[in-house]
């Protein structure tokens, strides 16, 4: 091979690395932070997953802090009616509540759940961080009480986390966080 034929074959070569090098860069996408899921159950269906929330996500903190600043003088007395309302995303959730009866609030198979089970999966639940069996609503003397079932994500009432399996005292109109899916609970 000549001189030249050498020296047009490495111009080539180094044409065409800066064309790979700038078809690369044109390619290159920000990194997107993937949401980690793992199973609930043994089950591994990809169905059955909760979301794992960071306490660092932005939309969390937020919702947070206007819990906590919302005002909570709202009466803790359920009416004799014994209606309970979850506001979940512009729709309404209506619960017949009877003393010591508790409803599980979570994400249930379809055609499954039982009378005292609330299914969130249709408000994007597993999404918004919602475990299978998140919390439970209970009316005891005229009160209605909300218990943390040790979820992933937890639940908060006034922008505060609430303890597992300790039973929090829910005034009407307060505004709740299962993971990151807001229900407001109102009652008569």
Not at 16 to 38: F, G, N
């Amino acid at each position: 091979m000549s001189e030249i034929d050498k020296s047009q074959n490495t111009n080539n070569n180094q044409q065409s690395y800066e064309d790979e090098s700038r078809k690369t860069q044109a390619v290159k996408r920000p990194k997107m932070r993937r949401r980690l899921q793992l199973p609930d159950d043994d089950s591994g269906d990809i169905g059955k997953r909760t979301t794992i929330l960071s306490t660092d996500n932005p939309l969390l903190r937020r919702a947070l802090n206007q819990n906590a600043s919302a005002d909570h003088n709202g009466t803790t007395s359920v009416g004799e009616s014994r209606e309970v309302i979850l506001l979940v995303r512009g729709m309404i959730e209506r619960l017949m509540m009877a003393e010591h009866k508790a409803h599980t609030l979570g994400r249930f198979d379809m055609g499954v759940k039982g009378d005292d089970e609330v299914d969130l999966t249709p408000y994007g639940a597993a999404d918004r961080g919602v475990s299978r069996y998140h919390a439970i609503l209970q009316l005891d003397d005229s009160h209605l009480y909300l218990t943390d079932l040790g979820s992933t994500n937890g639940t908060y009432v006034a922008g505060e986390r609430l303890e597992p399996n300790t039973p929090t005292i829910i005034r009407k109109g307060d505004e709740v966080l299962l993971g990151r899916l807001a229900i407001q609970i109102m009652f008569r």
